[in-house]
Nanobody
Framework: QLQLVESGGGLVQPGGSLRLSCAAS????????VGWFRQAPGQERKMVACMSRNDGGIYYANSVRGRMTIDRDNAKNTLYLEMSRLIPEDTAVYYC??????????????WGQGTQVTVSS
């Protein structure tokens, strides 16, 4: 059964850090473009970070560049998002995805169920 399961979300104070994990089963993440997306209340879902399969390129949204890092452990078949210097605007449901598009521009692919991140004092 194909599954992507996110974990690691929670409540954190501004300036704090979190690491999100996305454990995959039924597919091998190394063979897919993979990414993290987020959706804040009342807003559309947006790409946060993308790891290309073809050229190994890594792409970040301008709003998170320098504060968030996408990484993958092929041995554990797990995708990570390291988040630091969090701000209230980072509050959202975070989703991991294994996508058909190598730059994560289109949402066709496989998605996790999401994990809530709340940045608040």
């Amino acid at each position: 059964q194909l599954q992507l399961v996110e974990s690691g979300g929670g409540l954190v104070q501004p300036g704090g850090s979190l690491r999100l994990s996305c454990a995959a089963s039924g597919l091998t993440l190394a063979y897919w473009p993979v990414g993290w997306f987020r959706q804040a209340p009342g807003q559309e879902r947006k790409m946060v970070a993308c790891m290309s399969r073809n050229d190994g390129g890594i792409y970040y949204a301008n709003s998170v560049r320098g504060r968030m890092t996408i990484d993958r452990d092929n041995a554990k078949n797990t995708l990570y998002l390291e988040m630091s210097r969090l701000i209230p605007e980072d509050t959202a449901v975070y989703y991991c995805a294994a996508l058909d598009d190598d730059r994560c521009l289109y949402e066709s692919g496989h998605w996790g169920q999401g994990t809530q991140v709340t940045v608040s004092s």
